[in-house]
């Protein structure tokens, strides 16, 4: 299983940003896929899901600023994140999660600095 996570950059506050994963190896569809973060110093945390069945769950913290879709035909997943601001920044994680099994794999994470 490979995850490809793009799409992070250094954008002012107020910003957009869109990150794309690309997923291979996998049957995309019957995974729940999300994105964390990790900002310096702290632990990792979620910021959205979105099952394989497409309910969506979020942090309260993004609640209402970001936005988690997925493409099945792409086996692609994304976060769209408006209205940025400096306490988004992170390195964004991307997780596909199969729950007959219970495993998780990661991609690389891709890094978000939003400048104030």
């Known amino acids: 299983v490979q995850l490809q996570a793009s799409g992070g950059g250094l954008v002012q506050a107020g910003g957009s940003l869109r990150l794309s994963c690309a997923a291979s190896?996998?049957?995309?569809?019957?995974?729940?896929m999300g994105w964390y973060r990790q900002a310096p110093g702290k632990q990792r945390e979620l910021v959205a899901i979105?099952?394989?069945?497409?309910?969506?769950n979020y942090a309260d913290s993004v609640k209402g600023r970001f936005t988690i879709s997925r493409d099945n035909a792409k086996s692609t997943v994304y976060l769209q994140m408006n209205s940025l601001k400096p306490e988004d920044t992170a390195v964004y994680y991307c997780n596909a999660h199969f729950r007959l099994a219970g495993r998780d794999w990661w991609g690389q994470g891709t890094l978000v600095t939003v400048s104030s």
């Open positions: 979105i099952s394989s069945g497409g309910t969506t």
């Open positions: 190896g996998m049957i995309f569809s019957i995974h729940d």
